[in-house]
């Protein structure tokens, strides 16, 4: 059984005071929660004052990075390295990467910027492959995302789409690294959007990606492996998802930033997830 993962990824919010409030709360009602894997990923200001808050707790809440780089060192202006979140000092366990918005990937309720300022969000499969590969080697677990936009899933070509950024973003791992990871299935047409993904809808496309899994890496890698589903995951909807088995987890956006608002997105999660499952 691969035991259910909720990750909060807070993108560009919270300073570390806020981050400190936020656990001030949300700490003391996962105390003694048991059976699933909680962790936050905060802005790189927090992660280490997140971090020492996470140790002194003695919480089983992880710390995780919102990307990382895919060198240890170099002239990389603004670039954060998988050994500098994988320091002690910091104590990252997971790291989020090729997340659609680093993609340049964005929502419907986004406004997408011009060319010149798109390039600054500028990952593709290639260098997601880097840096799972860098992450790994620095014993980090990489949350690997991908998904489709609206006018790929539209055109009915998500499946294509998915596995031609499964194929490119696991190349050259083997077997054990590739159940070792986490992947994210975030269709970026339902981003906060009016029109939400339905349950039913991002379970067959999690199916397939084990499906591919299996192809790729065997069928007992690809059972290991946690799958996760991130499109807008809230309270109230989060239940819907995962009543089927093939579903692991959340990765979890804006529904992640209120301690009781993520709190019951967990305790859902293990809920569900502890009953007989589709």
Not at 36 to 48: E, G, H, K
Not at 212 to 230: C, N, P, V, W
């Amino acid at each position: 059984m691969r035991k259910p993962l909720v990750v909060a990824n807070w993108k560009m919010f919270k300073t570390t005071g806020e981050a400190a409030a936020f656990l001030d709360g949300f700490l003391g009602m996962m105390q003694g929660l048991q059976g699933v894997d909680m962790a936050i990923c905060p802005p790189f200001t927090c992660l280490v004052e997140v971090g020492r808050a996470l140790r002194q707790a003695g919480s089983q809440v992880a710390l995780g990075a919102q990307d990382c780089f895919w060198k240890d060192d170099d002239a990389y202006t603004a670039q954060v390295s998988p050994r500098m979140l994988a320091d002690p000092e910091v104590g990252c366990k997971y790291a989020i990467i090729g997340h659609s918005e680093k993609r340049g990937r964005l929502g419907p309720r986004k406004e997408v910027p011009p060319p010149e300022q798109l390039a600054s969000l500028a990952d593709n499969d290639e260098t997601v492959n880097a840096k799972t590969k860098a992450a790994l080697a620095h014993g980090l677990v990489p949350v690997v995302c991908v998904g489709e936009n609206a006018q790929e899933r539209d055109s009915g070509r998500t499946r294509a789409v998915v596995e031609k950024q499964l194929a490119t973003c696991l190349a050259g791992l083997d077997a054990s690294q590739a159940s070792s990871l986490v992947l994210a299935y975030e269709p970026v047409w339902a981003i906060g959007a009016g029109t939400p993904c339905q349950p039913g809808q991002a379970v067959e496309v999690i199916r397939d990606i084990r499906a591919l899994l299996s192809r790729l890496f065997g069928i007992d890698s690809a059972e290991k492996t946690r799958i996760l589903y991130g499109g807008t995951v809230k309270g109230d909807n989060v239940g819907g998802f995962m009543e089927y088995q093939d579903i692991d987890g959340g990765l979890v956006g804006g529904a992640s930033l209120d301690p009781k608002g993520f709190a019951a997105i967990v305790k859902t999660t293990l809920e569900t997830t502890s009953k007989p499952r589709r």
